[in-house]
C-alpha cells in the first residue's frame, strides 16, 4: 500500500498551519508524518503544531525545511526529508506537507515520479489555501509587505514573476481550494470571490469555504473514509447509500463490478467528477483476471491507480467506491446518475 501524500499550500498567512492543526486534532490517532517548509522565524510553525496540548500532535512525526522555498530545494531538502519518513516503522497513514508560502507546488509533485519517492507514496492531492478577505481586496495575501520581505530573504528564489502570478500557479495546481476566514467577508460577498478564483481552477476541482482552516478531515485526506478498513470488509451484497455523519458532505458507496479496463472506469470517473461536484473518490476495484487489488483514489481531477495487493481468498471480488460530495450544490451528488456514469459510461 502506497502512503498518501497532501500538499497544502497557500500564501503567507492563508491558513496552512490553522487547516494542519485542525487536521491533526480530527484524524483519531491516525499515525501522521508532516512536513513543513518554512523560513524566517525557525521553529515558529512546528512550535504552534506542537504546543497546541493536542495528544494526536505529540506522536506526529514532524520534520522541518528551513532552507528556503521546497520547489527551489526540492533534491537537497524534500527528497531526504522523505527518505527519513519512509525509513521509520510504523509507517504513518499520511503524510502532509506544508509548503512555504512562496512556494509553486508543481515541481513538489512532480519530486513525487523519482523512483525513491514514486514506489512507496503518492500525491493524494493538493490542497491550496486563500484567504478570501484579501482575495475580494485583490491583494492575495493579508500582508503583502510581509511577502514581499520573505520573497527578498531567500536567495534561493529563482521565481520572481509577479504575487499574481504565483497566485494563479497555487490555484492552477489545487485539487481542492479552500477559501479561509470566511469570518471575514460578508455572506453576499462570496460569489464575487469564488468568481475571482474560479477561472484558475482546473474543471472538477473542489471549492470550499472554512473559517480557521476547519474543514472536514475526510475530504481533505481521505482519513476515515472508511476504504481502508471498512469498505474491504463490507460484504458484497452491502446496499449503496451508506451515509456518513458529516453534516455539509454526502456520501454513498458505489459498489462496482469485477471490470476489465480500469483505465475506461478512470476516464468515466473524471468526467462524473466534473459533472457533479464530486470532491472524493476512494476505494478499490477488482479487474478481471488480476491477482491484486486495484486501490483509487481521486482528490478533484487528480486521480491516482495502482494496484497494492492480493485479494484474499476470503474476500469477495467486487469493487467498491466511497464517493463523497458537497450538500446542496448545483450538480450535487445524484447517485443514479453517478453509477450510470460510471459503470454503464452513459451520459447523466
Ligand atoms: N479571522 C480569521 N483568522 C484566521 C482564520 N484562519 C486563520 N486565521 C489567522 O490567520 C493567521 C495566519 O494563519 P496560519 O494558519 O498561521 O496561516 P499560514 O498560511 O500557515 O501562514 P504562514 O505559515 O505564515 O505562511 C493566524 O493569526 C490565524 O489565527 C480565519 O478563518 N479567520
Redesign the pocket.
Known sequence: MKIPATIVT?F????????IRHLLANVRGRPLALIIN?FGDIGA?REIIKGCGIAECDETDVIELANGCICCTVADDFLPAMRQILAREPKPDHIIIET??LALPKPLVKAFAWPAVRNAVTVDGVVV?ADAAAVLAGRFAHDPAALADQRAADPSLDHDSPLEELFEEQLLCGDLVVL?????VGAGDRPAIEALVRPYLRPGVGLLW????KIDPVVALGLGIGAEDDLESRPSHHDDGQDHDHDEFDSFVLQVPSIADPALIETRLKVAIARFDILRVKGFLAVDGRPLRHVVQAVGQRLERYYDRPWRPDEARQGGLVVIGQRGTAGGLDRASIARMVLDGLPA
Do not use: F, I, P, V
Open positions: 497557500g503567507l498567512g492563508a491558513g496552512k498551519t490553522s487547516l518554512e510553525d512555504s508560502g489555501l479561509n476566514k470566511q469570518d471575514q472554512a473559517e480557521g482552516g
